[in-house]
């Protein structure tokens, strides 16, 4: 009986591999258990920018601004929140996903870095929360308080804040002995102007 003759094949490490022979089979089946693997975790790294992709939906609109994300993912992330069935959905989110697998890693990353500025809020934005407790506890509490804040802040409406003042200390006497301390609207409003001018935020600019 003639031998086989292998007409196709390829090169391994300068050996030739007949399609179909003994050899071809050996490799691919050694290389089977790789490939297995690069498609878990091509799955889960897919499944990962699917799921970041669904977060994006509920990124705000100044940080979505930010991101270089490109036309045809925005117009999907806008048709994913009209869309209400679920079937619809399901499978506007696997567009997305697929959108978002186009994105290189810096892209990425910014996306991520949004998100969690969303979530915790900037470094900038802590610090001033902070400053501004630290600020209105003062002002109640200490007389000199007032003249400093207005140095460094000297586009406080004056009036304002000192009337503001006056009724937060009212509002922290206890009407009988013995009572917790209640704070009312006024601590709250010291709290918020505090908080505006650290941040630089011109209150007439904000929405009620």
Same mark, same amino acid.
Request: hydrophobic share 35%; no cysteine; glycine share 6%.
């Given at each position: 009986?003639?031998?086989?003759?292998?007409?196709?094949?390829?090169?391994?490490?300068?050996?030739?591999?007949?399609?179909?022979?003994?050899?071809?089979?050996?490799?691919?089946?050694?290389?089977?258990?790789?490939?297995?693997?690069?498609?878990?975790?091509?799955?889960?790294?897919?499944?990962?920018? /699917?799921?970041? +992709?669904? #977060?994006?939906?509920? !990124? $705000? @609109?100044?940080?979505?601004?930010?991101?270089?994300?490109?036309?045809?993912?925005?117009?999907?992330?806008?048709?994913?929140?009209?869309?209400?069935?679920?079937?619809?959905?399901?499978?506007?989110?696997?567009?997305?996903?697929?959108?978002?697998?186009?994105?290189?890693?810096?892209?990425?990353?910014?996306?991520?870095?949004?998100?969690?500025?969303?979530?915790?809020?900037?470094?900038?934005?802590?610090?001033?929360?902070?400053?501004?407790?630290?600020?209105?506890?003062?002002?109640?509490?200490?007389?000199?308080?007032?003249?400093?804040?207005?140095? /460094?802040?000297? +586009?406080? #409406?004056?009036?304002? !804040? $000192? @009337?503001?003042?006056?009724?937060?200390?009212?509002?922290?006497?206890?009407?009988?002995?013995?009572?917790?301390?209640?704070?009312?609207?006024?601590?709250?409003?010291?709290?918020?102007?505090?908080?505006?001018?650290?941040?630089?935020?011109?209150?007439?600019?904000?929405?009620?």
């Amino acid at each position: 009986m003639s031998s086989r003759k292998f007409k196709k094949g390829y090169f391994v490490r300068g050996e030739f591999v007949a399609e179909g022979s003994e050899r071809d089979l050996e490799l691919k089946r050694e290389l089977k258990g790789t490939d297995d693997q690069s498609r878990t975790d091509l799955k889960r790294e897919s499944l990962e920018l /699917q799921k970041l +992709g669904e #977060d994006l939906l509920t !990124l $705000r @609109a100044d940080l979505m601004k930010r991101l270089a994300l490109t036309e045809k993912l925005k117009d999907a992330i806008v048709e994913a929140k009209r869309i209400t069935n679920f079937e619809g959905k399901r499978r506007q989110m696997q567009f997305i996903g697929k959108q978002m697998r186009l994105i290189d890693e810096t892209g990425i990353y910014n996306i991520r870095a949004a998100l969690a500025e969303q979530n915790n809020g900037s470094a900038r934005e802590n610090y001033a929360l902070h400053q501004a407790e630290t600020w209105r506890d003062r002002l109640i509490a200490e007389e000199d308080a007032f003249g400093e804040w207005i140095t /460094q802040f000297p +586009g406080t #409406d004056t009036q304002q !804040l $000192r @009337a503001l003042i006056r009724q937060a200390r009212k509002d922290a006497k206890p009407e009988k002995p013995g009572e917790a301390i209640r704070h009312g609207r006024a601590y709250r409003d010291i709290f918020q102007i505090a908080r505006e001018q650290l941040l630089g935020v011109d209150q007439t600019d904000e929405a009620p």
